[in-house]
């Protein structure tokens, strides 16, 4: 029994891998545009709106003391509630009541 080995070697063309190298270098650099020009246009958006925050910030307190300021009123004072007694005072009143034996 007789084994053949392919021997590609012969049969490939020596100018295919600087091809393939070439094809894949350009593709890198475009993709390497591609990346750098997201981010400048991610980095514009960001100033732009960073710059409409600020002049809306800058409006909003100008305008601030304008503004009519409202009268508060105090808070009524809390009565006191069953809940607010103290324990001792609770039982008190429960041996008043005839509530504990």
Do not use: F, H
Request: hydrophobic share 35%.
């Amino acid at each position: 029994m007789e084994v053949i080995l392919a021997n590609n070697s012969k049969n490939r063309d020596p100018n295919a891998s600087r091809d393939k190298a070439a094809v894949r270098a350009m593709e890198g650099a475009k993709a390497t545009a591609q990346y750098e020009a997201e981010s400048q246009a991610v980095r514009d958006k960001t100033a732009r709106l960073r710059a409409l925050r600020l002049a809306k910030e800058a409006a909003d307190r100008s305008a601030a003391p304008l503004a009519v300021a409202k009268k508060t009123t105090k808070p009524a004072k809390k009565k006191p509630s069953k809940s607010d007694e103290s324990l001792s005072e609770w039982l008190k009143a429960e041996d008043g009541a005839g509530r504990r034996s």
